[in-house]
């Protein structure tokens, strides 16, 4: 029997090792690995330069305290300002501290302009921003939060894509507006261009800041460095995580210099966050996502592959609603409930995972190969003529 306490409902299923896409199981099968981590192995498994740049910092420093100054962070937060909106970085270790970070960077940002009452954040009524108890809030949803109480005040939500509820929610103690640019874990809806822009123009009108959490649609995943870029809209404050540390747990907030003034020395802090470690595989995570044409590869083989999906959609309308998502942030909207669809892809050696309003999500590494993804469609086509029958 497992000590493990049971907060997971564990598939039944273990590895020995990985390699790029694929994963090799105990039980002796090899698995295309279309979850990689839910989006967090950016680059796949045992990526031969992610273990060259942390064999080489292990052998030099793993850990030090944010006492010091850590010069592989002052690199990473350099690289990552110079390519975005961002002008400063704190580095954290999970997407739920980041996030977490947001909510106090903007909160200090209206205290110390001698408005503490203007404290409230607003957010997608079920939306996913991680497990601490302040996230859990800000999801607005009634299953995560349950036997989690008291309630952690600061938070309202409004409806997605509902801009009435949207403005009904915004008063004069509203400071910031915050959601996922693309939910995730609720089921790979993108917030459409036009709707970030709207939500830009609300928060410039009513000056309160508009924070786009990008830790599962950031850092490649949808074809841009991040999700938000195709709008224009510049965000004041990015949570991100998954893909940075490329499997090495890694969050970070990024933001501009105005509300990064609030963060003065002692306002925030992480034991962990940013160690020379973690910092070196993050600079080596981004020597790859930023080496020429590598998005420009990604868009191409991720249209190739919703093209496809599309396709195979439109074969079986009563088993697939639609194709949705970004880049190679993927969800297979189902009629009906995915257990059976999932289950069905593992058996035929492909690994998916389960997201909201019955999606099958599909998370394939950044660096997938075509003939990759023609296997992984061979497997879904497949899967689609025995749901069938
Ligand atoms: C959009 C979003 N925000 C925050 C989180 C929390 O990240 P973590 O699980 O690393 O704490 C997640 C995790 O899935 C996420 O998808």
Redesign the pocket.
């Known amino acids: 029997m497992s000590a493990l306490a049971k907060n997971y409902n564990r598939r039944k299923i273990a590895f020995k090792r990985g390699k790029g896409s694929f994963l090799y199981a105990t039980n002796g099968k090899k698995y295309l690995d279309f979850v990689q981590g ?2 967090v192995n950016s680059l796949g498994h045992a990526n031969p330069y992610l273990i060259r740049a942390i064999n080489k910092q292990a052998k030099k420093v793993w850990h030090v305290s944010n006492a010091f100054i850590i010069p592989e962070g002052e690199r990473l937060a350099k690289r990552l300002t110079q390519k975005t909106f961002a002008d400063k970085v704190i580095f954290q270790n ?6 977490e970070a947001a909510i106090k960077i903007a909160r200090r940002y209206f205290y110390l302009k001698g408005k503490p009452n203007k404290n409230r954040v607003l957010c997608i009524k079920n ?6 108890i302040a ?1 859990i809030f800000a999801s607005g949803s009634k299953k995560m939060i349950e036997g989690f109480g008291p309630k952690a005040g600061g938070f309202d939500h409004f409806r997605f894509g509902d801009n009435k509820s949207l403005k009904k929610a915004i008063n004069n103690k509203t400071a910031a507006i915050m959601v ?1 640019t693309v ?3 609720r089921g790979i809806k993108v917030i459409p261009d036009w709707w970030l822009r709207e939500l830009r123009k609300i928060c410039n009108k009513k000056k309160i800041l508009l924070i786009l ?5 950031g850092i490649g995943r949808s074809g841009n460095f991040f999700a938000f870029e195709n709008s224009r809209v510049k965000p004041d404050i990015v ?1 991100i ?2 893909g940075i540390g490329g499997g090495f ?1 890694i ?1 970070a907030v990024l933001m501009t210099k105005k509300v990064a003034s609030s963060m003065t020395p002692g306002s925030h802090g992480s034991t962990f966050g940013g160690n020379p470690l973690a910092m070196s595989v993050g600079n080596a995570v981004l020597d790859q996502i930023f080496k020429k044409g590598f998005l420009k590869n990604l868009k191409k083989i991720s249209k190739y592959f919703h093209a496809e999906l599309n396709k195979i959609r439109n074969a079986h309308p009563k088993l697939i609603k639609e194709v949705r998502g970004v880049g190679l942030l993927i969800g297979l909207q189902l009629c009906k409930d995915q257990k059976k669809f999932i289950q069905k892809l593992e058996n035929n050696k492909l690994l998916t995972i389960r997201a909201g309003e019955n999606v099958v999500r599909i998370l394939p590494p950044l660096n997938v190969k075509k003939s990759e993804i023609d296997f992984a469609l061979k497997i879904i086509r497949k899967v689609c003529k025995e749901i069938k029958l």
């Open positions: 839910i989006a999970s997407g739920t501290e980041a996030t939306s996913f921003h991680g497990r601490t996230a996922e939910m995730g874990e959490d990008e830790v599962q649609c949570p995580a998954k747990p969050g």
